[in-house]
């Protein structure tokens, strides 16, 4: 049988996404109508988390339960890989014992060893390069609320950091076109620029970006590991900063997106976070939903 690992949005052809998003939206509402659907029977998820979590930890461990199964949290403390175990060997042990292991950690390449290794499905919960499972939930929400994103404007506000890599890979697979405002010298991965093409460009000035944006996203200027930058870096993204006057200059039918944990007050103004235009609470709850639906898709292969 074919292992299928999810540690980036390419990993899955665009119909399989497209189905993603779909099932994400049914579960929902099995969910909402108080369905029991326990699919997962006995079924348990390893969870390896390198770095803190809120998100990410509550709904891949709140949606196991919900199709049935167990998901069990490891922390650095708690696995002999915070003691400098092999990830070889650590893959080879914990997917004996797992039906499939999500990871959030700092190197990609972390990701790619253990899934090389493993027996079972690997998901990338997060790494320094990507965050798929939030763009499966920002993709599912756009969907709910405006119907397809293909050919719709997307703008990119603040550091090009994973979550800009990972929408970079979005413009690909859903097929819109996205523009991302960053100031110099925090540009999103080279690489993945030119795969993209024509898709994607890069706009200094977020005023310009704006234009017909149909929906605007952002996240924190300063991640984790990085928080001895933090000040500097508060400098440099100063005119980055989403406000309500800034999303104003977008389409009409903008929407703005925010993948949480929020620095109100610096990438976006306090009261956007609960303007009409904001989804991010919806948002928020779609990863429970969009993940629910990768889990099943990959253990029923």
Known sequence: MTVRHFLSLMDCSQAELAGLLKRGIELKDLHRRGVVYEPLKNRVLGMIFEKASTRTRVSFEAGMVHLGGQAIF?????????????????????????????????????????AAYSRVPVINGLSDDLHPCQLLADM???????????????????????????????????????????PEGYDPDPALLEQAGDRVSIVRDPREAMAGAHLVCTDVWASMGQEEEARERRKTFAPYQVTSQLLDLADESVVFMHCLPAHRGEEVCAELMDDPRSLVWDQAENRLHAQKALIEFLLAV
Request: aromatic share 8%.
């Open 140 to 182: 599912q929400t756009y969907l709910e609320h405006r119907g397809s994103i293909k050919d719709k404007a997307v703008v990119w506000v603040g550091d090009g950091n994973n979550m800009c890599n990972t929408y970079i890979q979005a413009a690909i697979q859903f097929e819109f076109q996205l523009r991302v405002a960053c």
């Open 74 to 114: 490891l922390s650095p403390r708690d696995t002999q890989l915070g003691r400098g175990e092999p990830v070889e060997d650590s893959a080879r042990v914990l997917s004996s014992m797992c039906d499939a292991v999500m990871i959030r950690t700092f190197a990609h390449a972390t990701l790619e060893t253990f």
